[in-house]
């Protein structure tokens, strides 16, 4: 059974500064790993696709990194900004491409 | 403007009696799936559904039933809720296409059984 790891539980760092995410996973046959941003009280946002064939993905100030084989992933986000304060969560796509599972995610505070 | 539906947003009801959360996506999205999200837990499937007629069961789908009559629409039937069901709810969609298409998630329903 897949299990997702998300270290640490929560993060604050100052204005500014770069910063990395990190997510871990059990079982390596993935279709692919998915990065989420959620605000208080509202839904998922989705940030960035890895499939199971890249190494990373990048958008703007955020970019992604997948290696299947020691089982993790990192998010990395450049200058972090007070509006990047949310909850990232990651998600590992399995059975068959049926299944997502989630980490429990990690808490960043961007303070100014 | 694209997008996933979710009705009511927020719900507090009785156990046992029976209710339905709906959820809509205008995306023609093949694939649609249902999430409770608890404090500890994260976030845990419910049930999917892989096209019209055709649903499966997910991590924790005891004491839900869902349906896939239309493929913009996949509700979710809580027949006799229970106090340990209350949650945070997330239907979500995608493509077919598996290993390249993202997840769209909904707003979210809140529902708290007392």
Known sequence: KQEVTQIPAALSVPEGENLVLNCSFTDSAIYNLQWFRQDPGKGLTSLLLIQSSQREQTSGRLNASLDKSSGRSTLYIAASQPGDSATYLCAANTGGGNKLTFGTGTQLKVEL | ?114
């Open chain 2, 1 to 114: 403007e694209a997008q996933v539906t979710q009705n009511p947003r927020y719900l507090i009801t009785v156990t046992g009696k029976k209710l339905t959360v709906t959820c809509s996506q205008n995306m023609n999205h093949e694939y649609m799936s249902w999430y409770r999200q608890d404090p500890g837990l994260g976030l845990r499937q419910i049930y999917y559904s892989m096209n019209v007629e055709v649903t499966d069961k997910g991590d924790v789908p005891e004491g839900y039933k869902v349906s896939r009559k239309e493929k913009r629409n996949f509700p979710l039937i809580l027949e006799s809720p229970s106090p340990n069901q209350t949650s945070l709810y997330f239907c979500a969609s995608r493509r077919g296409d598996i290993g390249v298409a993202e997840q769209y998630f909904g707003p979210g329903t809140r529902l708290t059984v007392t």
